[in-house]
């Protein structure tokens, strides 16, 4: 099971507007399947030219190690070393900052992940979580 292209582009436009709302600056979103392939992806006006390649790897990450960004982190403090490795052997597509949220249905099975960057990396995450739940469905951050 994966999620549908309607369900991401209704992340995307709900992550996007609770940016707007809560003035964040430019966000960028990308929203994978749970293989990592990308579903959708929307860039604000004036959102850096990198910003999708990040979003991706918020995203990307946390499929690929199967852990929420926050136990990425824990990982990367405790095992540097680990961390650079992983993150070079994903091609640079795995980050340790919040942003990178886990998509479930209401019967906790992986739909994907969706990623965020543009703002403070726990604003990212907000509009991530704000995104997922407009579209009825489960954000797992690690925070909760």
């Not at 609770?18 to 430019?26: R, S, V, Y």
């Amino acid at each position: 099971m994966s999620i549908s292209l309607e369900q991401a582009q209704t992340v995307v436009t709900a992550a996007l507007a609770h940016g707007t709302e809560q003035g964040f600056n430019p966000l960028t979103v990308a929203v994978l399947d749970p293989g990592g392939a990308l579903v959708a992806l929307a860039r604000q006006d004036n959102s850096g030219n990198l910003r999708p390649d990040l979003a991706v790897a918020k995203a990307y990450g946390v499929l690929a190690l199967g852990m929420t960004n926050r136990a990425i982190a824990a990982r990367a403090a405790d095992s540097p070393e680990f961390f650079t490795s992983v993150a070079t052997l994903a091609g640079g597509r795995i980050l340790s900052v919040p942003g990178g949220v886990f998509v479930r249905d209401d019967e906790g099975r992986l739909l994907g992940a969706v990623g965020v960057t543009g703002d403070a990396s726990l604003n990212d995450e907000a509009a991530a979580v704000a995104g997922i739940r407009a579209a009825g469905l489960v954000p797992v951050t690690g925070a909760e």
